[in-house]
């Protein structure tokens, strides 16, 4: 699976270039979409999906899979553009196996032989912050 349907988000928003009020209203029906469109591509058990969004409760992560309409704070805008710079970065670095890097147990340091993932989750946003700036240090920062 190449681009993920929903990504003009990832166009719109860069981390720390959120304010309140019309931006999140505006962004979070995108952003939501694509969300799940990123955890459908890369099989992200429900659990995983939780904790990437922050720790929403499973009714909430539902509701939201269900409507895909809901109203995200600027936290899980954050935690989202970040998942979407690592897609981006996977797609580009290993375009035939990129939606299951991040399942895969990996050898590097910054890993220790554990899948991605479970920093992207252990870690919290600066986990998702980290793996990003792995990717995008793999590929020269190639925008």
Known sequence: MGAVPALE????????????????ERLSGPGIRAFFNLAKAWELPIEAQRLLLGGIGKST?????????????????????????????????????????VTRPNQNA???????????????????????QFLDAQRGGWA
Not at 73 to 91: F, M, N, V, Y
Request: proline content about 6%; charged content about 20%; aromatic content about 4%.
């Open 9 to 24: 988000f990832s166009a719109l928003v860069h981390p720390g270039q959120l304010g309140a009020g019309p931006d999140l």
């Open 61 to 101: 992560l539902h509701r939201w899979k269900r409507d895909q309409d809901a109203q995200l704070g600027l936290d899980q805008l954050e935690r989202i553009s970040h998942l979407l710079g690592i897609h981006k970065s996977l797609q580009i670095l290993l375009p035939t196996s990129a939606n299951t890097w």
């Open 110 to 132: 910054l890993f220790q032989g554990h899948p991605p993932l479970l920093l992207m989750v252990q870690g919290g946003i600066e986990g998702l912050r980290r793996v990003r």
